[in-house]
């Protein structure tokens, strides 16, 4: 759940990654560093995908279409999840929008 302070993610919504974050693989799992409280965020599965469209570029929902066709699921499916990633992101200081 997102922290009182946290903006609010939704589709429009275009994150970017924060100056300083720091990204390495540990045993085959994605493992952020927030320079913001040097706290760790872990990300599996589809976690690796998402963070590597958070590019201040593209908005949630290019970044749902793009994972909807890269994983040949409907977008409707993974919207959810993404959302909740990139408010879970923004919460940890890794992300902003």
Do not use: H, K, N
């Amino acid at each position: 759940m997102a922290d009182v302070d946290t903006p609010t993610v939704d589709g429009s919504s275009v994150p970017r990654r924060v100056v300083g974050a720091v990204q390495a693989e540990v045993d085959g799992e994605l493992v952020l560093l927030s320079p913001a409280d040097f706290g760790y965020f872990g990300a599996e599965g589809p976690g690796p995908d998402v963070w590597a469209l958070v590019d201040g570029e593209r908005s949630v929902d290019a970044i749902v279409a793009e994972l909807a066709g890269s994983y040949d699921v409907a977008a409707e499916e993974i919207s959810g999840d993404v959302v909740d990633f990139v408010t879970a992101l923004v919460a940890a200081g890794l992300a902003e929008v």
